[in-house]
């Protein structure tokens, strides 16, 4: 996978989440990418390296719900009373 496409893929997932179409990424020279909020906008972070830009884009806007099944829970218990029962 690309670099940018990382990128642009946390970028359409932030654009959805938020229905703000006008998001956009600029990559700098350095290989660095920042966010604004549409052309002309002033940058929402300081230029970050790849993987610290797609943690910012992921942590803006609403965050969609997990969703969680009767066997996760279930799961989740059974790890839970594994992990209390070990010495």
């Given at each position: 996978m690309s670099r940018s496409t990382k990128a642009s893929g946390a970028l359409a997932r932030l654009k959805e989440r938020s229905g703000n179409q006008a998001y956009s990424m600029t990559i700098t020279g350095s290989g660095h990418f920042f966010l604004t909020e549409g052309p002309g906008q002033p940058p929402l972070?300081?230029?970050?390296?790849?993987?610290?830009?797609?943690?910012?884009?992921?942590?803006?806007g609403p965050q969609k719900v997990k969703r969680v099944?009767?066997?996760?829970?279930?799961?989740e218990k059974?790890?839970?009373?594994?992990?209390?029962t070990k010495p």
């Open positions: 972070c300081a230029p970050l390296e790849l993987d610290d830009f797609v943690a910012f884009v992921n942590a803006q099944s009767k066997l996760d829970v279930a799961f059974q790890l839970a009373a594994k992990k209390a």
